[in-house]
């Protein structure tokens, strides 16, 4: 069987989506399921492209044991909309820069929301964190920890 191939996406893939991609590959691990699903992340916006995620996002992240790994890329409509079964941006204007490319009715059902996924908490979407203080990188962890735990709950049904 064919892994199950998610993508997380945000503006700058140096913050949001690098995380997501970390938590949501240590909840794969934890889970036994390397063999049936992978991830990766991108941005909608190529200004960072080649750099390692953000310094503050990888040092809030690995005080919860999060290694921050992977270098930005930009989203690429015509190579990742065949590649990935999910494609979850972090806010209302990744999942609308997302959808602005979609080539076909086929590539619009991949498009999620993170915070579709969320069990708990008060917010509908991932904020932000670039132009803010520390506590908003704890917030995007506390959201993606939560999101994900969700996202891999309904694909195991699919699996
Ligand atoms: P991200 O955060 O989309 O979560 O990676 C940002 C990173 C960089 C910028 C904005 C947001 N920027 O304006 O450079």
Not at 62 to 88: C, E, P, Q, V
Not at 92 to 107: G, T
Not at 113 to 134: I, L, R
Request: glycine share 8%.
């Amino acid at each position: 069987m064919k892994k199950k191939q998610v993508l997380f996406v945000c503006l700058g893939n140096i913050c949001r989506s690098p995380s997501a991609e970390a938590v949501f590959t240590a909840l794969v691990e934890k889970a036994g399921l390397t063999d049936k699903i992978e991830c990766d992340s991108a941005g909608t916006a190529g200004y960072h492209a080649g750099e390692p995620a953000d310094a503050r996002m990888q040092r809030h992240a690995i005080r919860r044991g999060y290694h921050l790994t992977s270098r930005s890329r930009k989203f690429m409509a015509s190579r990742d909309f065949d590649r990935f079964d999910y494609i979850i941006g972090m806010d209302d204007q990744n999942v609308w820069d997302l959808k602005c490319q979609a080539r076909h009715e086929h590539d619009l059902k991949k498009i999620y929301k993170m915070t579709d996924f969320a069990t708990e908490g008060d917010y509908d979407s991932v904020p932000d964190p670039y132009y803010g203080g520390e506590a908003g990188f704890e917030m995007v962890l506390d959201i993606l920890e939560d999101a994900c735990a969700g996202l891999l709950e309904q694909m195991r049904r699919t699996l």
